[in-house]
């Protein structure tokens, strides 16, 4: 039973290790989409392509039990969710608040890559 419980241990720990290393560049995404322009022809909408990216790096970060990430980005995620239910677009005041988030973001995805690379 430990070497199965070491096992998953092991493996949990490596996909916490590469989760941690793709965040400074999922950010990065998040931060490019939230400033391109809507595109008619695109199969979801500018505002629900942040959403849903916001929400699969919460969401992942939750199930990876980062919560120093999933608190940081949460409001970014409840800010657009928000304008998403209501289909109202980013806001000059939005993106301001999505940027401090993603900066916040990127100090603890920093601190956890020195962390996971120690």
């Not at 209501?86 to 100090?107: E, F, M, T």
């Amino acid at each position: 039973m430990s070497d199965k419980k070491s096992s998953y241990d092991e493996r949990l720990g490596e996909v916490r290790k590469r989760f941690v290393g793709s965040l400074h560049e999922r950010l990065d995404t998040i931060a490019e989409e939230t400033r391109k322009p809507d595109d008619a022809s695109a199969r979801e909408t500018q505002l629900e392509k942040v959403h849903r990216l916001l929400h699969d790096l919460v969401g992942n970060a939750a199930m990876l039990e980062l919560h120093d990430v999933q608190n940081e980005i949460q409001p970014a995620l409840t800010l657009v969710e928000s304008r998403h239910e209501h289909d109202a677009p980013l806001s000059h005041d939005d993106l301001a608040q999505i940027d401090k988030a993603l900066a916040a973001g990127r100090l603890v995805a920093t601190n956890l890559e020195r962390q996971y690379t120690a």
